[in-house]
């Protein structure tokens, strides 16, 4: 491998990327979009779940019970029923997600010490909001269980009786509990996926049918030249959004790093080359833009979404496609991103992902450079 | 016309359709994304490994253990003696969480105090922490709701009736709340549109890229007969697609369409025309087949992320919330979330529609407008 | 890089050379020499086989069958070897266009890796060569098609190769720009490189020290232009002038010792194999019509004539054999 052809590739690659700012207005926008949504308006947490009450009792007591979920910061009342009718337009036309009906005589049972119960009616469709709003729901539920029961037992025996456990939640790493905190850092490596899939899938492609390649290939330019030189400024590209991204993070967002800054551009740097070779590897095989763009989307970016624990957690995931994310170098480098943002672990730890992200991306460039052949067909 | 459009139109088929990869690419790729989605996508919560720090190891504090495993919602991984190694299997994030007891746990419960257990929550996934907080809260809770009946009985004699509150609860249209009930239905329509959007922009500016544009200039062809050329094929693509994807939805994945096929096909039809609007109107943007991609993909993640898909609207900042107004994705995920798991009609849909087909209009009438400039 | 590298003076031995694509036979066992120095001319029409071959001798597309040495190495085993030696200009003067004149002549300086010390100097020759002086900082993008070809070709010789492969070279580029381009290849052969051109213009073969005939993937005819206007066809041209020369084909295409009549210039070209015979055939027949005529003379066939002749009489060898295979 010669350095000088190396470095005209490289260098013709540089200008290239320069000499479309659309392109690469696009590579540094799209980061920095999806930053500012994930950061400001897209959240997992759940909270305002719209209520629709159908209170038959209307009693200081039903009143009460209601004003605990209303009071929440989970629940949002929405209006107030009449009927069944009601509740069910409600659901339909997504007025709430939620209904509460309280039947006649909530009061009495209660005061009576008979057994009460409500019902809770959810629109299961956004099955996640659903779950952690029954959730809130059974809580909020069970608390005013709990009080009444200590109520009736005061008024029984007048004394003051403890509940026998006192469950002491704590969190670690994301104590605020807050998905952009989990979010941003699993996103600087979506972001590297994307950019490989768009920019470096197309350039070896577009080569091809511009006709250049045929020119290229009659050269003394060696594979390995060819790849390496492409690939060092995306290479650059890659990197800048990774700094883009932290410094977003940090001043923008203030999603804490707990580990070492260091460790984290070093680990980019490890990541970076294999996604980029892998987009480039797409190149070399296709040779026609539009069927590079669609295989590496497949290839890249759905993986990295879906399966790279970046949103899903790969615990709840089934054995099958758990072992298959093991073969997705996002999965490892989200873990490596999370892991120093929130944990603020070190190499100790993280070695072994490590390790793994440097084979991974050896192989891919080595493939790469093999699958590239000099000549037409 | 009508014979150039037909040719037209078979010209571009064929251009699709030849390459046998094309013909892969285009069919197998959404069928592949729907079934990763289909099982990875998830945000139940099954499997909590979780680290046992039993300092008491007394029956109450076992028992208490069992429960927990008992819920079939948490496994064990490792019984921890030490502070350290607990802290190294949260690290290495081996475990979620940690149940600790402290010891002389049984002997508070015992002598009618409060006892301390720590639950200690791993927040990194901060959605699934909330969702392990809630289950492990009331495993414990129930726990100690029993105790304390058991002590009632004891102390007094008396067994309270009333077991305080319960709470019936009932879920509906997606009675397990199954996230891929959620996901699968509004999956088909991002890949309709991504499919659509892609070839529509690709396609348009493959030939100025090529430089076939300017025989198809100098050709009498009209602008109107370029356009429909152009999207025809995209749009057909788009239709089988989305059929073939609905098709596994039910017959597979068991997802039911509760309301009308005719309404679906219908409101497809109005979707794929802002779709294609769109892939029109940013291939008039552009010169190269990259910056149509980058361009494509610019407005595509939003898009996706904006439309209510995975991230609830009503949980944005106002000012998103508007802009989501012109997103045709946020839509078409309510009307097809609403066809096949609510059933409802175009009596609750048409704002939904009719949103759609005004956005269609827009794109379209726009794109054609400035396509008209570069062809006339 | 200097023509010592080129065995027995030859500069391109091919023997039996061949290419298939799925079935498809694109060069079908050709063989020719070319020699060091010469201006080697391809001529066929679109599809003959021109590209697929100059691809196979650059190195850039594998052979199906047959042997070939460009530079004394061998096409099959030493194919990455010959591209030290060679200089390719693609069909489609692939130069990067958004990429300026000297950014490009300083990328293939660096693939090339020519000396540091020379660099400079190669640069400037291709600029002078090249006519780019003012241009050096535009985009390749926005030159004209002679400009845009000239680059191409500077950029192909900035490492001085001793042999030179030109795929239709002047295609879609102004006339006289042509002539600007084949007095710089003849500025290159005088200075010892080999060039190997392919064209389908035929008055450009007239250029070449030699030039091969390939016609379906086969190579029909392989002389200089001299011998083969004089050697190689059977039949004789005659040149004629008359009045109403459309009318007056009508008529002559008709009679038996005439083999094929076309319009030329103001006048016909008719093709005979028997001079004596076709002229005197013509004059009683048109005569007879009132026509008048200036002259009938013999001329040396164009080289358009022999190929056509040459295309024709391989075309009828090649009917039946089709037929059978059938």
Redesign the interface.
């Known amino acids: 491998m010669k350095f000088r052809r190396f470095r005209a590739i490289a260098r013709k690659e540089f200008i290239h990327i320069f000499r479309?700012p659309?392109?690469l207005g696009?590579?540094v926008?799209?980061p920095m979009?999806?930053l500012v949504?994930?950061g400001?308006?897209?959240?997992?947490?759940?909270?305002?779940v719209?209520m629709i009450v159908w209170d038959q009792d209307e009693t200081p007591t039903s009143r009460n019970f209601i004003s605990r979920f209303g009071g929440s910061r989970y629940f949002n009342i929405r209006g107030y029923a009449q009927n069944y009718r009601d509740v069910v337009r409600a659901?339909?036309?997504?007025n709430a997600m939620s209904a509460l009906v309280i039947p006649r005589g909530f009061e009495g049972?209660?005061g009576a010490?008979?057994?009460?119960?409500?019902?809770?009616?959810?629109?299961?469709?956004?099955?996640?909001?659903?779950?952690?709003a029954?959730?809130?729901?059974?809580?909020v539920?069970?608390e005013?269980?709990?009080e009444?029961?200590t109520r009736?037992?005061k008024m029984?025996?007048g004394r003051h009786?403890?509940?026998?456990?006192?469950?002491?939640?704590?969190?670690?790493?994301?104590?605020?509990?807050?998905?952009k905190?989990?979010i941003v850092p699993g996103l600087i490596a979506i972001i590297m996926m994307?950019i490989s899939a768009?920019?470096t899938s197309?350039t070896i492609a577009?080569e091809w049918?511009r006709g250049t390649m045929e020119q290229l290939i009659s050269t003394p330019v060696k594979s390995s030249e060819l790849i390496l030189g492409k690939l060092l400024p995306y290479f650059a590209v890659g990197m800048f959004d990774v700094l883009l991204a932290v410094l977003m993070g940090e001043f923008l967002f203030n999603v804490p790093l707990r580990g070492s800054v260091v460790l984290l551009f070093i680990m980019a740097g490890i990541f970076i080359p294999g996604v980029l070779a892998l987009g480039m590897l797409v190149s070399i095989l296709?040779k026609?833009?539009?069927?590079a763009?669609?295989?590496a989307?497949?290839l890249t970016f759905?993986?990295a979404m879906?399966?790279s624990g970046f949103?899903?957690?790969i615990?709840?995931?089934?054995k099958?496609?758990q072992f298959v994310t093991y073969l997705i170098p996002a999965r490892y480098y989200v873990?490596i991103q999370?892991?120093i943002y929130?944990?603020g672990?070190g190499l100790r730890?993280l070695a072994g992902d490590a390790i793994l992200l440097v084979a991974f991306g050896m192989v891919i460039i080595f493939l790469a450079i093999i699958k590239f052949k000099k000549t037409l067909n | 016309m009508f014979e150039r459009i037909r040719h037209m139109l078979v010209k571009e088929f064929i251009q699709i359709l030849r390459?046998p990869?094309?013909r892969y690419?285009?069919f197998v790729?959404p069928i592949?994304?729907l079934f990763?989605?289909g099982?990875?996508?998830?945000?139940?919560?099954?499997?909590?490994?979780t680290a046992v720090y039993d300092l008491d190891n007394s029956v109450a504090s076992r028992e208490l253990v069992g429960r927990f495993v008992g819920s079939g919602y948490f496994d064990i991984f490792e019984h921890v003696d030490t502070n350290e190694r607990a802290t190294e299997l949260?690290?290495?994030?081996l475990v979620?969480v940690i149940l600790r007891f402290d010891a002389g746990f049984q002997s508070s419960?015992l002598a009618?105090?409060?006892?301390?257990?720590?639950?200690?929550?791993?927040?990194?996934?901060?959605?699934?922490?909330?969702?392990v907080?809630?289950?492990?809260?009331?495993i414990?809770?129930q726990?100690?709701?029993d105790?304390?009946t058991e002590?009632?009985a004891r102390?007094?004699g008396?067994t309270?009736?009333?077991?305080?509150?319960?709470?019936?609860?009932?879920?509906?249209?997606?009675?397990?709340?199954?996230?891929r009930?959620?996901y699968i239905p509004g999956l088909i329509a991002i890949i309709v549109m991504?499919t659509t959007l892609?070839?529509t922009s690709?396609?348009v500016v493959?030939e100025k890229?090529?430089g076939t544009m300017e025989q198809v200039m100098v050709t009498p062809i009209r602008p109107a007969e370029f356009i429909l050329g152009k999207t025809v094929p995209s749009a057909t693509i788009g239709i089988i697609d989305m059929i073939i994807i609905a098709v596994i939805a039910v017959l597979w994945f068991g997802i039911p369409i509760r309301g009308s096929y005719l309404l679906l096909l219908f409101a497809t039809g109005l979707y794929l025309m802002t779709s294609l609007g769109f892939g029109l109107l940013i291939s008039t943007a552009?010169q190269?087949?990259?910056?149509a991609?980058?361009?494509t993909?610019?407005f595509f993640?939003?898009a996706v992320?904006?439309s209510g898909f995975?991230?609830?609207i009503?949980?944005?900042?106002r000012i998103?919330q508007w802009i989501t107004c012109v997103n045709p994705l946020r839509y078409f995920m309510?009307i097809i979330?609403g066809i096949f798991?609510?059933g409802?009609g175009i009596d609750?849909l048409w704002p939904q529609m009719l949103a759609l087909f005004l956005i269609g209009v827009a794109t379209l009438f726009l794109a054609t407008k400035r396509l008209h400039k570069t062809l006339a | 890089m200097t023509a010592e590298s080129v065995k027995n003076g030859k500069a391109v031995v091919v023997h039996n050379l061949e290419r298939r694509f799925d079935g498809f036979v694109a060069v079908n066992r050709i063989s020719f020499e070319v020699s060091a120095g010469e201006v080697f001319g391809f001529l066929g029409p679109n599809g003959a086989g021109k590209s697929t071959t100059i691809r196979m001798l650059c190195g850039i597309l594998a052979p199906s069958g047959g042997q070939g040495t460009v530079a004394g190495l061998d096409i099959w085993t030493q194919a990455e070897r010959i591209k030290y030696h060679i200089g390719y200009m693609s069909q489609k003067f692939s130069l990067y266009a958004d990429l300026t004149v000297e950014e490009n002549i300083n990328f293939y300086s660096g693939i090339y890796r020519i000396e540091p010390s020379r660099k400079q100097e190669r640069k400037e020759w291709v600029i002078e060569m090249a006519g780019l002086k003012e241009h050096r900082h535009s985009l390749t993008g926005t030159l004209s098609g002679g400009w845009k070809q000239r680059l191409a070709l500077g950029c192909a010789i900035l490492h001085e190769p001793p042999i030179l492969f030109l795929d239709e070279p002047t295609s879609g580029v102004d006339p006289i720009s042509r002539r600007r381009f084949w007095n710089l290849i003849y500025e290159l052969s005088g200075k010892g490189v080999t060039v190997f051109v392919t064209t389908h213009y035929m008055d450009e073969a007239e250029y070449c020290d030699r030039i091969g005939l390939i016609y379906r993937g086969e190579l029909i005819a392989c002389s200089t232009p001299e011998t083969l206007k004089k050697e190689y066809m059977p039949e004789t041209v005659l040149d004629m002038q008359c009045d109403r020369p459309q009318e007056a084909m009508d008529l002559i295409e008709k009679l038996p010792a005439v083999r094929e009549v076309a319009l030329f210039g103001k006048g016909l070209h008719i093709v005979t194999e028997h001079s004596d015979e076709a002229t005197a055939a013509i004059r009683s027949r048109l005569g007879a019509e009132g026509y008048h005529i200036e002259h009938i003379d013999v001329i040396v066939p164009s080289l358009e004539d022999v190929f056509v002749s040459l295309i024709e009489t391989h075309d009828r060898m090649e009917k039946p054999l089709e037929e059978v295979k059938r």
């Open positions: 479309d659309l392109s696009m590579a926008a799209i979009l999806l949504l994930f400001y308006a897209l959240t997992l947490d759940v909270d305002n719209g659901l339909d036309t997504r049972q209660i010490e008979q057994p009460a119960s409500v019902q809770l009616f959810f629109d299961g469709t956004d099955a996640n909001t659903a779950t952690l029954l959730g809130y729901a059974e809580a539920a069970s005013f269980s709990i009444v029961l009736q037992l029984v025996d009786m403890v509940l026998p456990l006192d469950v002491r939640p704590r969190v670690w790493f994301n104590a605020e509990l807050e998905s905190n989990f994307i768009l920019l197309l577009r049918e296709t026609s833009q539009l069927m763009s669609q295989m989307m497949v759905v993986p879906l399966l949103v899903f957690p615990s709840n995931m089934p099958v496609i873990a999370k892991g929130l944990k672990i730890y | 390459d990869r094309m690419f285009i790729p592949i994304q990763i989605f099982y990875a996508a998830t945000m139940d919560v099954r499997h909590i490994a949260m690290n290495r994030s979620r419960l009618g105090q409060s006892a301390p257990v720590q639950l200690i929550v791993d927040g990194t996934d901060s959605n699934t922490a909330g969702v907080l809630q289950y492990g809260t009331k414990a809770q726990f100690s709701k105790r304390f002590r009632l102390t007094l008396v309270p009736a009333s077991p305080g509150l319960t709470i019936q609860t009932r879920t509906w249209f997606n009675e397990n709340l199954e996230s009930s959620f991504l892609t070839l690709m396609a493959r890229e090529i552009c190269t087949q990259q910056q991609l980058m361009i993909f610019f993640f939003p992320l904006l995975m991230f609830p009503q949980n944005m900042p998103v309510v979330r798991l609510k409802i609750i």
